[in-house]
């Protein structure tokens, strides 16, 4: 375990966040994924505001946490991350912070099933046809952004992004310092500021960190169990880290990617896979339904030869290219999707 100096860094950020939360009344949004980044943010931001409160401080304005349910989550990872933004509900309105979290979904008519079997969409397939991301994630979480916005006048969004290396912190910060060096202008969302406290936190100890004292989060949740969904092909760095710990039996495995279980952008979903071989038999149903999605993407006899609009298009070897999903193959993938 660290010494108390290497965890000197998260001290540095917990004041630091205390600091920049009391500059100025532009609420703060989070996004919170569940992963290991995002989680150190909440509670580091979390332990923040606890501090601030049991100071005396007046909690003078809103920090949104939020997540982004696609819908075609993997439902062990669905359900991590909705227990977790309950917790944190509750974990907050206990303590009396102004802390909320919030799930956000794809509109009704972008969802994946919409876009398929509504539209005739083909799945997402590399290196350039990706027209998931937009609608599932960027566009709800946009809007999100957008109505606070308009609420406010100007909000902060916090990242949890980390640099490769970690950096001696600035001990001593300043009202006109916190302007343009700690917050600084959204390139492409205006009125929105950008803050990202944990840049400095090299990998090492965010598991150190996360699974200190009894492995639980500010909220209550275990940390232990996000540990285990980690596990699988990037565990080397984390185990040298943290040596063997109980994982209590949990039936499950993973790796850092949580995708959606019906991606096609890969010939094999490893992070499904993985989740099935620790015992997660729950998901092979998913796994096989995802891989005949893969398999009618690309059988002429399942796609239009024009596009929606009516036009053919070579490909870059010379041949013509697929158009949308038949009404046949929507409708052999709207009875598969109900079995």
Same mark, same amino acid.
């Given at each position: 375990m660290p010494?108390?100096?290497? !965890?000197?860094? !998260?001290?540095?950020?917990?004041?630091?966040?205390?600091?920049?939360?009391?500059?100025?009344?532009?609420?703060?949004?989070?996004?919170?994924?569940?992963?290991?980044?995002?989680?150190?943010?909440?509670?580091?931001?979390y332990e923040a505001m606890k501090r601030l409160k049991n100071a005396g401080s007046i909690m003078h304005k809103k920090i949104y946490?939020?997540?982004?349910?696609?819908?075609?989550?993997?439902?062990?990872?669905?359900?991590?991350?909705h227990s977790?933004? &309950?917790?944190?509900?509750k974990a907050a309105q206990r303590d009396r912070l102004q802390i909320e979290a919030t799930i956000i979904y794809p509109e009704p008519d972008q969802t994946f099933w919409s876009r398929i079997i509504g539209l005739g969409y083909p799945t997402p397939e590399p290196p350039g046809f990706r027209w998931c991301t937009d609608r599932l994630k960027i566009a709800p979480m946009n809007k999100?952004?957008?109505d606070r916005i308009q609420e406010s006048?100007?909000?902060v969004i916090l990242l949890g992004v980390r640099k490769g290396e970690s950096l001696t912190r600035q001990k001593t910060?300043?009202?006109?310092?916190?302007?343009?060096?700690?917050?600084?202008?959204?390139?492409?969302?205006?009125?929105?500021y950008v803050y990202n406290p944990i840049t400095e936190v090299p990998n090492a100890l965010v598991w150190e960190y996360l699974l200190r004292d009894d492995c639980r989060s500010p909220w209550g949740t275990d940390m232990k169990y996000l540990f285990n969904l980690y596990q699988g092909e990037n565990m080397g760095e984390e185990q040298s880290v943290l040596g063997q710990i109980d994982k209590e039996k949990i039936p499950v495995?993973?790796?850092s990617r949580f995708g959606?279980?019906?991606?096609?952008?890969?010939?094999?979903?490893?992070?499904?896979?993985?989740?099935?071989?620790?015992?997660?038999?729950?998901?092979?149903?998913?796994?096989?339904?995802?891989? &005949?999605?893969?398999?009618?993407?690309?059988?002429?006899?399942?796609?239009?030869?024009?596009?929606?609009?009516?036009?053919v298009y070579k490909k870059a070897d010379g041949t013509f290219g697929l158009g949308p999903f038949t009404l046949r193959a929507r409708r052999i993938i709207l009875e598969k999707s109900n079995t």
């Open positions: 010494n108390q100096e290497e !965890f000197q860094v !998260f001290e540095d950020i917990i004041r630091e966040i205390m600091i920049v939360y009391k500059h100025d009344d532009r609420p703060w949004l989070i996004g919170y994924s569940g992963g290991k980044d995002s989680t150190l943010l909440v509670s580091l931001v946490v939020i997540t982004s349910d696609t819908m075609v989550e993997n439902p062990i990872v669905k359900r991590y991350m977790s933004s &309950e917790s944190i509900n999100y952004v957008n006048g100007e909000i910060i300043t009202a006109r310092e916190i302007e343009g060096k700690l917050l600084n202008m959204h390139n492409d969302i205006p009125h929105a495995t993973g790796n959606c279980w019906c991606c096609t952008m890969v010939t094999e979903d490893k992070s499904l896979q993985r989740f099935i071989d620790g015992g997660a038999t729950e998901l092979i149903p998913l796994r096989n339904f995802r891989n &005949e999605l893969l398999k009618m993407r690309s059988d002429p006899q399942f796609r239009d030869t024009k596009r929606r609009n009516g036009s």
